[in-house]
């Protein structure tokens, strides 16, 4: 009820980004559910969201990808070119299916950081895909959707400084490695330290975190840094990665966060970027709860804190226009 409270009868306060060709992949009997990002697109809209408010992302060009990316690698999976020990450390059946859909989502995280910079605060229903690396895939993910978005937005002289604070079960290997070394780039990831990947790469900021941890100690390592990092970085943008799999159950991990303490995750990160003005684009990245219905419950309340951050933002009454859809 608390998202209907929030969503009925009152103006949405920021865009979100939407693709029905998210969920209709065919991955065959595999653990990561496509099928939660139409589950969430329509209980958004059951719940007072409307269609207007949904963007529609376009693929990302190889232009973009090559910001990030390697050439050779881009040429692979362009063509098929994978090997089978390529394939089986991206844990994903290769194919043109595969491909689109990884574009897709690059370009869904694309438009929600140019959204994001219009309206203050913008939720891609996707992306998240942070084990990419420059030059191979990992973990379920093709291509980095995050590095190749904020330097995109780098490119095109709309931000210098970026953010990412990432939340999910399982360390940001990818992204980390791709900004490693770099000073317009904070890389923070809090994650849990006894699974996947086993060799973590150095985050500007890692928070390791065991088995069994639960919200008190997670919730009070986020306190600890999180605010500092803000003032201190001051970011023109936040990329936040707002996993659902450290729920309690989840079939990959074991961190025990109860809803409850990953609602008040999301409003740490969230509220804690808005009261700064400090622009957020949000993915959702992964969740792999045996009930699909938890994952999406999950999702729905990063939204909903999303909802709660936004209409408490010192600005949000100033800004103008609105991204394109």
């Given at each position: 009820?608390?998202?209907?409270?929030?969503?009925?009868?009152?103006?949405?306060?920021?865009?979100?980004?939407?693709?029905?060709?998210?969920?209709?992949i065919d991955l065959g009997n595999h653990a990561f559910p496509v099928r939660k990002?139409?589950?969430?697109?329509?209980?958004?809209?059951?719940?007072?969201?409307?269609?207007?408010?949904?963007?529609?992302?376009?693929?990302?060009?190889?232009?973009?990808?090559?910001?990030?990316?390697?050439?050779?690698?881009?040429?692979?999976?362009?063509?098929?070119?994978?090997?089978?020990?390529?394939?089986?450390?991206?844990?994903?059946?290769?194919?043109?299916?595969?491909?689109?859909?990884?574009?897709?989502?690059?370009?869904?995280t694309i438009l929600a950081g140019r959204a994001a910079l219009i309206d203050g605060?913008?939720?891609?229903?996707?992306?998240?895909?942070?084990?990419?690396?420059?030059?191979?895939?990992?973990?379920?993910?093709?291509?980095?959707?995050?590095?190749?978005?904020?330097?995109?937005?780098?490119?095109?002289?709309?931000i210098r400084r970026a953010m990412v604070v990432d939340c999910d079960l399982h360390?940001?290997?990818?992204?980390?490695?791709?900004?490693?070394?770099?000073?317009?780039?904070?890389?923070?990831?809090?994650?849990?330290?006894?699974?996947?990947?086993?060799?973590?790469?150095?985050?500007?900021?890692?928070?390791?975190?065991?088995?069994?941890?639960?919200?008190?100690?997670?919730?009070?390592?986020?306190?600890?840094?999180?605010?500092?990092?803000?003032?201190?970085?001051?970011?023109?943008?936040?990329?936040?990665?707002?996993?659902?799999?450290?729920?309690?159950?989840?079939?990959?991990?074991?961190?025990?966060?109860?809803?409850?303490?990953?609602?008040?995750?999301?409003?740490?990160?969230?509220?804690?970027?808005?009261?700064?003005?400090?622009?957020?684009?949000?993915?959702?990245?992964?969740?792999?709860?045996?009930?699909?219905?938890?994952?999406?419950?999950?999702?729905?309340?990063?939204?909903?804190?999303?909802?709660?951050?936004?209409?408490?933002?010192?600005?949000?009454?100033?800004?103008?226009?609105?991204?394109?859809?």
């Amino acid at each position: 009820m608390g998202l209907i409270r929030f969503l009925l009868g009152r103006k949405f306060p920021f865009k979100l980004v939407y693709s029905d060709e998210y969920w209709l992949i065919d991955l065959g009997n595999h653990a990561f559910p496509v099928r939660k990002y139409r589950m969430i697109y329509e209980r958004l809209l059951a719940h007072g969201a409307r269609p207007e408010n949904f963007l529609r992302p376009e693929p990302a060009t190889d232009e973009d990808l090559l910001l990030v990316h390697t050439p050779k690698y881009l040429k692979k999976i362009k063509s098929g070119g994978l090997s089978r020990a390529e394939i089986q450390i991206m844990e994903l059946p290769y194919s043109e299916d595969m491909l689109k859909f990884g574009l897709l989502h690059v370009g869904g995280t694309i438009l929600a950081g140019r959204a994001a910079l219009i309206d203050g605060l913008c939720v891609h229903i996707g992306g998240g895909f942070h084990h990419a690396f420059a030059d191979h895939g990992e973990g379920f993910c093709v291509l980095n959707d995050l590095a190749v978005a904020i330097e995109r937005l780098r490119r095109d002289g709309a931000i210098r400084r970026a953010m990412v604070v990432d939340c999910d079960l399982h360390q940001g290997n990818g992204t980390a490695a791709i900004f490693a070394g770099r000073d317009d780039t904070f890389t923070f990831s809090i994650h849990q330290m006894d699974i996947y990947p086993a060799d973590k790469m150095m985050s500007t900021l890692d928070i390791g975190l065991w088995s069994g941890d639960g919200d008190d100690r997670y919730l009070s390592e986020l306190r600890k840094h999180l605010q500092h990092l803000y003032r201190k970085f001051k970011p023109d943008i936040v990329f936040y990665v707002a996993g659902a799999d450290p729920l309690a159950g989840d079939k990959l991990g074991g961190l025990e966060l109860t809803k409850e303490g990953l609602l008040a995750r999301d409003a740490l990160v969230l509220g804690g970027a808005r009261r700064l003005d400090i622009p957020v684009a949000v993915v959702l990245a992964g969740g792999y709860s045996p009930d699909i219905e938890d994952i999406v419950a999950v999702h729905l309340n990063t939204i909903r804190a999303a909802v709660r951050a936004q209409r408490r933002a010192p600005d949000h009454n100033l800004r103008s226009g609105s991204a394109h859809s």
